[in-house]
T-cell receptor, first 111, second 113 residues
Framework: GQQLNQSPQSMFIQEGEDVSMNCTSS?????WLWYKQEPGEGPVLLIA?????ELTSNGRLTAQFGITRKDSFLNISASIPSDVGIYFC???????????FGAGTILRVKS | ETGVTQTPRHLVMGMTNKKSLKCEQH?????MYWYKQSAKKPLELMFV???????ENNSVPSRFSPECPNSSHLFLHLHTLQPEDSALYLC????????????FGPGTRLTVL
């Protein structure tokens, strides 16, 4: 079945630093999504990407849909304490509306 | 405010109990989903409903029984669960066609004693 490799598994960074995380797959995806989940809550959609090569920003967050359609990255610039949480990538293939999720990147920010 | 609500937010039940989880979406979507999230594991898709019809059952044990009476409501009926079923149960909804973005509810934290 389709699988996503998300890295890094966790990051502990200083407030103000930039953060980068990525997801790769052996399969092609038509849609890439990035979610953030805080303790005790459901994942919240951050950015949706629908076209290969697409680069989209949402405030301090920037995500790109890889040109091969097999990868995506998320960057967070100038991190702040409220960026703490688990970030998930998710990909949607050519058939149906199922999403495949990465295992998540745990982000901790030291102020 | 995600437009997807879930009740209850927390549930503790014994292995012989019967309980139900409820999900409601206010987004006008046609597809609804149940996911299970256990510690240190990726989200596991359990069930998918498109236009009230179940289109996916991801080899879920029969002690979990979904119900989708209309496009806005989704239930997960629970009976004779095991302690390893303790997890966060998430509901999501999406348009159900085209490039499809799923929106999640806050989840129900289930503990089986």
């Amino acid at each position: 079945g389709q699988q996503l490799n998300q890295s890094p598994q966790s990051m502990f960074i200083q407030e103000g630093e930039d953060v980068s995380m990525n997801c790769t797959s052996s399969s092609i995806f038509n849609t890439w999504l990035w979610y953030k989940q805080e303790p005790g809550e459901g994942p919240v959609l951050l950015i949706a990407l629908y076209k290969a090569g697409e680069l989209t920003s949402n405030g301090r967050l920037t995500a790109q849909f890889g040109i091969t359609r097999k990868d995506s990255f998320l960057n967070i610039s100038a991190s702040i304490p409220s960026d703490v949480g688990i970030y998930f990538c998710a990909g949607q293939g050519e058939y149906g509306n199922k999403l495949v999720f990465g295992a998540g990147t745990i982000l901790r920010v030291k102020s | 405010e995600t437009g997807v609500t879930q009740t209850p937010r927390h549930l503790v039940m014994g292995m012989t109990n019967k309980k139900s989880l409820k999900c409601e979406q206010h987004l006008g979507h046609n597809a609804m989903y149940w996911y299970k999230q256990s510690a240190k594991k990726p989200l596991e898709l359990m069930f998918v409903y498109n236009f009230k019809e179940q289109t996916e059952n991801n080899s879920v044990p029969s002690r979990f029984s979904p119900e989708c009476p209309n496009s806005s409501h989704l239930f997960l009926h629970l009976h004779t669960l095991q302690p390893e079923d303790s997890a966060l149960y998430l509901c999501a909804s999406s348009q159900g066609s085209g490039p499809d973005t799923q929106y999640f509810g806050p989840g129900t934290r289930l503990t089986v004693l």
